[in-house]
Nanobody, 125 residues
């Protein structure tokens, strides 16, 4: 079974940095997967934050461009979200998701993602 487990959330002050990690297990050994980070604030819909295509291309929500960086260790199937210059508006539950795009371009469409982690809370004050 595929399992995703996020870690690294917590409380931070505005301007601080946090690093989120998502460890994936049970994925087949090929590099066509899309791995993405999403977040959901109370009372709001879940939104895509950052994603990484299997060829290394990355995409970000406008609200986090220049502040967040997604990276991936293919060997360990771990995807990392480095969050700098945090703002109170970044407060949300953060989720990682994965789906097999067979090497194609990835998407922020939630219905494309087959597996999700349980989430990790980020609170910025």
């Amino acid at each position: 079974d595929v399992q995703l487990v996020e870690s690294g959330g917590g409380s931070a002050q505005a301007g601080d940095s946090l690093t989120l990690s998502c460890a994936a297990s049970g994925l087949a050994d090929h590099i066509g997967y899309c791995m993405g980070w999403f977040r959901q604030a109370p009372g709001q819909a879940r939104e895509g934050v950052a994603r990484r295509d299997s060829d290394g291309r990355t995409s970000y929500a406008d609200s986090v461009k220049g502040r967040f960086t997604i990276s991936q260790d293919n060997a360990s199937k771990t995807v990392v979200l480095q969050m700098n210059s945090l703002e109170p508006e970044d407060t949300a539950m953060y989720y990682c998701g994965v789906y097999d795009a067979y090497g194609g371009r990835c998407s922020f469409r939630e219905d494309f993602y087959d597996y999700w982690g349980p989430g990790t809370q980020v609170t910025v004050s």
